[in-house]
């Protein structure tokens, strides 16, 4: 039981760890080297995706973003934030930019990190990610908040539940010495009753035989 506990534990916390992953900001510092406009089929039509392709400062790795609305960021600017990266791409080589996003690249699912803003930054631009571990530290409190109250209702549990059984246990009638003992003489007067009547038949049937 205690094995199936630990599992069912790391399970979930590994499951709110990659929700947290794909969900939280990241910032990535690149330099973007062009734009797309791709068309992709819908059940009612097709529908434009903004894509973003950069490369890291320093490094020949590439990262391409795409940029749709995103109702969880409050973005409703895909456009204009397309535009942005537009000009950015125009900039002077090596021009450094930083990139909020979130989500995973999943070559096999097709899937992109999504853009959710852009913005200038001074080459060597480290980003704190402040917001991030705002979160992480407010989950923490909750989650500690959540762990005493439980603990807390479970002992409350355990209490009432041993009250009960006490309670339960002194309320069982028990036999009592008393109604033992008179039992007992009501079963011994019972037996002498019943030897009275018996010598009675006995004295009746002999003397009816000496009579004939």
Known sequence: MKKLKIILIGFVLIVMGLALYYVLPRVSVV?????????TDVEVGTRDVYMIQTRLIGGDEVRVFRNEDAWLYFKINSANLQTQAAVFAREEKGTAVAIRHYGWRLPLFSMFPNATSVWPVEPGYRHIPIFNIVILVLLLVLAFIARRALKRASGKFME??????????NNTPSSSPSSSSKSSSASDAGDDEWLKRDQ????????SERDD
Do not use: M, N, W
């Open 31 to 39: 330099e973007v080297i062009g734009v797309e406009v791709k068309r």
């Open 200 to 207: 009675q038949t006995s004295s009746r049937s002999d003397k």
């Open 160 to 169: 009432l539940r041993a009250r009960h059984t006490s309670a339960s246990g």
